[in-house]
C-alpha cells in the first residue's frame, strides 16, 4: 500500500505533543507492515504505527511490492492479528477521527519496536510527537542493521521506504 498520507501523518504529529491513551483494542485488520485497523465492541479506528516506516507493499495485482513488505506485513500480523492489544494514542493522522498515531502495546511488548527489532521496518525520524522516545528505535536499528536482520541482509540494495514511495511517484 503506498502511503500517501504519510505527509497527512507527518504534519499531524506536530500538532500533538502528550500522549493520549486510546486503550484496549482487538486487531482485525493488518493492512500493511505499520498501519492496522482496532475495534471495541462500539469503535473502529486506523492505526498508523509511531516511529516507524516499513517496506511497501502493492495494492495492484502483478505489480511487485518492496523487498521485505510482505514480511513486515506476516511479522505484524503475527504479533496482533484477532489480539487484544493496548494502544497508546498521540493524536490524530490528519484523515477522519477514527485514524490516529500510536504504539501497540501486545503482551506488555512494544510491536512498533519490535518490528524494528526483527527488521522489518526501519525509524522513522522525522515529526515525532514531544514526549515519543526514538531513541530504544534507534538502538534496535543499529543492532538490526549490524546483524543483517531482515531487511538489512540487503546491504547497498536497501532502499528505504521514503525513497521507494518517491520513486513510484515519479514515474
Same mark, same amino acid.
Given at each position: 500500500?503506498?502511503? @500517501?498520507?504519510?505527509? !497527512?501523518?507527518?504534519? &499531524?504529529? !506536530?500538532?500533538?505533543?502528550?500522549?493520549?491513551l486510546? +486503550?484496549?483494542?482487538?486487531? $482485525?485488520?493488518?493492512?500493511?507492515?505499520?498501519?492496522?485497523?482496532?475495534?471495541? &465492541?462500539? $469503535?473502529?479506528?486506523?492505526?498508523?504505527?509511531?516511529?516507524?516506516?516499513?517496506?511497501?507493499?502493492?495494492? /495492484?495485482?502483478?505489480?511487485?511490492?518492496?523487498?521485505?513488505?510482505?514480511? %513486515?506485513?506476516?511479522?505484524?500480523?503475527?504479533? @496482533?492479528? /484477532?489480539?487484544? @492489544?493496548?494502544?497508546? *494514542?498521540?493524536?490524530?493522522?490528519?484523515?477522519?477521527? /477514527?485514524?490516529?498515531?500510536? @504504539?501497540i502495546? %501486545?503482551?506488555?511488548?512494544?510491536? /512498533?519496536?519490535?518490528?524494528?527489532?526483527?527488521?522489518?521496518?526501519e525509524?522513522?525520524?522525522? *515529526?515525532?510527537?514531544? *514526549? !515519543?522516545?526514538?531513541e530504544?528505535?534507534?538502538? &534496535?536499528? $543499529?543492532? %538490526?542493521?549490524?546483524?543483517?536482520?531482515?531487511m538489512?541482509?540487503? +546491504?547497498?540494495?536497501?532502499?528505504?521506504?521514503?525513497?521507494?514511495?518517491?520513486?513510484?511517484?515519479?514515474?
Open positions: 500500500m503506498v502511503k @500517501v498520507g504519510h505527509i !497527512f501523518l507527518l504534519l &499531524a504529529s !506536530f500538532l500533538f505533543v502528550n500522549p493520549v486510546a +486503550g484496549q483494542f482487538t486487531i $482485525t485488520k493488518v493492512y500493511d507492515g505499520d498501519t492496522v485497523r482496532a475495534e471495541t &465492541a462500539d $469503535t473502529a479506528i486506523y492505526i498508523f504505527l509511531l516511529g516507524i516506516d516499513a517496506p511497501e507493499i502493492s495494492d /495492484n495485482a502483478g505489480e511487485e511490492g518492496q523487498p521485505f513488505g510482505k514480511s %513486515a506485513k506476516e511479522e505484524l500480523a503475527q504479533l @496482533v492479528l /484477532n489480539k487484544t @492489544v493496548e494502544v497508546k *494514542g498521540y493524536g490524530k493522522a490528519g484523515y477522519p477521527d /477514527n485514524y490516529i498515531v500510536g @504504539v502495546y %501486545a503482551q506488555g511488548k512494544n510491536i /512498533n519496536l519490535e518490528l524494528v527489532r526483527r527488521g522489518v521496518a525509524v522513522h525520524k522525522e *515529526g515525532l510527537p514531544e *514526549g !515519543f522516545d526514538v530504544p528505535y534507534l538502538a &534496535a536499528e $543499529t543492532e %538490526a542493521r549490524e546483524n543483517k536482520t531482515g538489512w541482509i540487503l +546491504g547497498d540494495k536497501y532502499v528505504s521506504p521514503s525513497q521507494w514511495r518517491k520513486s513510484r511517484m515519479e514515474q
